[in-house]
């Protein structure tokens, strides 16, 4: 933890569509917006494991920090294992 740093919290909403696709955002204390959206491969092509690859990216509403930072950028991957044993 860093002494005296502000509290930050984060609001999101996020839509998913059975299992293909979602869609969000959200906004934070910090004075940000955010908007992500992402597929999920697996499910429909028959696979064991769910691959979710995702995109957001955040902007600053104060132009002085978003002049120094600009917009932040993420891509995300991330895979589900179903690990129950078949008999």
Do not use: C
């Not at 569509?17 to 940000?32: M, R």
């Not at 092509?45 to 600009?70: A, C, P, T, V």
């Amino acid at each position: 933890s860093v002494p005296n740093a502000p509290i930050n919290l984060d609001f999101n909403l996020r839509f998913q569509y059975s299992n293909i696709f979602w869609i969000g955002s959200g906004f934070s204390t910090n004075e940000s917006v955010l908007f992500e959206a992402g597929v999920i491969i697996g499910e429909h092509f028959r696979l064991n494991r769910m691959l979710k690859i995702g995109y957001s990216s955040s902007l600053f509403f104060d132009k002085h920090i978003r002049n120094e930072f600009g917009a932040t950028h993420e891509i995300n991957v991330g895979l589900a294992m179903d690990l129950k044993r078949k008999k």
